[in-house]
């Protein structure tokens, strides 16, 4: 059985290659918040709140008056596009409107980037947290998958 020798130079090197691949680089977004690329206190430009409809809250965001939903979707982009996994990214509305969002660990479907995530909220007293995955658009804005 011949072998051949491997250096460790060639194997560093495969190895730094196949890790480039798992970078960004738009130099912000999915992950990066925790390491001081972007931040969970941005707010997202209405064009990137779009695709996300009504996000998480589903039927339940027709109870809420605009401002609030509109802190509500930008609670749920600020958490898949700059949180890391498991942080919470809160918003609060008029009277006891309020949610929490968080995101799990960003993943690759394809060539786009996805993330599953919760968001617990109470609305006009009614407490409800649902489940869901989006991924991310090119331009920076994220869809969910229904």
């Not at 060539?111 to 409800?128: A, D, L, P, V």
């Not at 995955?133 to 998958?145: E, K």
């Amino acid at each position: 059985m011949s072998s051949h020798p491997v250096s460790v130079a060639s194997t560093m090197f495969a190895v730094a290659l196949a890790l480039s691949a798992c970078g960004t680089t738009t130099g912000k977004g999915i992950g990066l918040g925790s390491l001081g690329g972007g931040s969970a206190a941005q707010k997202p430009e209405t064009s990137l709140l779009t695709p996300l409809g009504n996000g998480l809250l589903g039927s339940s965001a027709n109870q809420l008056n605009a401002a609030d939903r509109k802190k509500a979707l930008e609670a749920e982009y600020r958490a898949l596009e700059y949180s890391p996994a498991g942080k919470v990214v809160s918003w609060s509305g008029s009277g006891s409107n309020s949610g929490d969002v968080t995101a799990a660990q960003p993943y690759q479907v394809g060539s786009q980037n996805c993330r599953q995530y919760s968001h617990s909220f109470t609305i006009g007293g009614s407490q409800q947290t649902s489940r869901g995955t989006a991924c991310r658009n090119p331009d920076g804005s994220w869809t969910p998958l229904t």
